[in-house]
């Protein structure tokens, strides 16, 4: 589930804490940059986003989130067609892999895809 516009305050920079639920669902949690959340993301969170720009946060735009914004280590984010989350890795293996079960997913799990 997606953070509401208005939990984007004034004043506050966020990053976003990307997990994967045990269900496989990927996940985006919103988070104010020096908060405890953020110090201590907790063992669910797979990637940490660079600070993103409030006013993509309030228009909720993943699209222009993942062309504008990297990952803390620099990688890119990719968000599919149905708001799904991936490392530009893994999507790069998806485009390219036909038996996806032989993908290296970077979380223990694959995560859950939209139906075909």
């Known amino acids: 589930m997606l953070w509401s516009a208005a939990d984007v305050k004034d004043g506050q920079v ?7 639920a045990p269900d496989g669902e990927r996940l ?16 669910d969170v797979v990637f940490v986003t ?3 720009p409030n006013d993509l946060l309030r228009r909720r735009d993943l699209l222009s989130i993942a062309e504008t914004v990297l990952l803390e280590n620099g990688d890119k ?6 708001g799904t989350l991936f490392t530009a890795g893994e999507l790069a ?10 993908i290296r997913w970077v979380t223990r799990r694959p995560p859950k895809l ?3």
């Open 14 to 20: 966020y990053v976003l804490h990307l997990y994967q």
């Open 28 to 43: 985006f949690r919103l988070t104010v940059v020096g908060s405890s959340a953020h110090r201590n993301p907790g063992s």
């Open 50 to 52: 660079r600070p993103v």
């Open 77 to 82: 984010l990719c968000i599919d067609a149905h």
């Open 93 to 102: 293996a998806m485009n390219s892999e036909p038996n996806w079960s032989s």
């Open 114 to 116: 939209a139906p075909k």
